[in-house]
């Protein structure tokens, strides 16, 4: 059990939940994105990809990719130092990956059945962090406004 310091209470109100699912998702964005990456190459090589589309998505997952990390680094701090706002930032670059991960899914040049398969899961993973995320997001709040 938490040791109690000065101005907040012994009880211990990270997520579990959270947490592992941002761990899982850090993991699977590995997978994911040496996938993506792969693909685009072999469909660069293997069909009439535009350069100036193949410059476009690559850049596209390397934003993701950085948008990606600061999600993850938002949310575990956030969960483990008990703030709402890196939790509420985690919550705003969920929102703005999930576009991303639906160009993926539905627009870029060419959509390989895997492309639909892995954003489908990314999408999932998206969904349960910002359910999850929201809902600690209450947990601080409602401990903190019944503290005061």
Not at 3 to 26: C, D, E, I, K, W
Not at 75 to 101: D, M, Q, R
């Amino acid at each position: 059990m938490a040791m109690p310091r000065p101005g907040r209470s012994a009880n211990v109100l990270s997520s579990v939940p959270f947490q592992l699912l941002l761990y899982m998702t850090a993991i699977y964005f590995i997978f994911y994105f040496l996938s993506t990456l792969g693909m685009i190459i072999y469909k660069s090589h293997v069909l009439s990809y535009p350069n100036e589309m193949l410059a476009c998505d690559v850049g596209l997952l390397f934003l993701m990719a950085a948008l990606e990390v600061l999600r993850l680094f938002f949310g575990v701090k956030g969960n483990l130092k008990e703030t709402e706002g890196y939790v509420i930032a985690n919550l705003l670059l969920t929102g703005t990956t999930i576009p991303l991960s639906v160009y993926f899914l539905t627009w870029q040049s060419y959509v390989l059945r895997a492309d639909i398969i892995i954003n489908a899961v990314m999408l999932v993973a998206y969904g349960m962090g910002g359910v999850l995320a929201f809902i600690t997001v209450a947990r601080f709040t409602r401990s903190e406004f019944h503290r005061h």
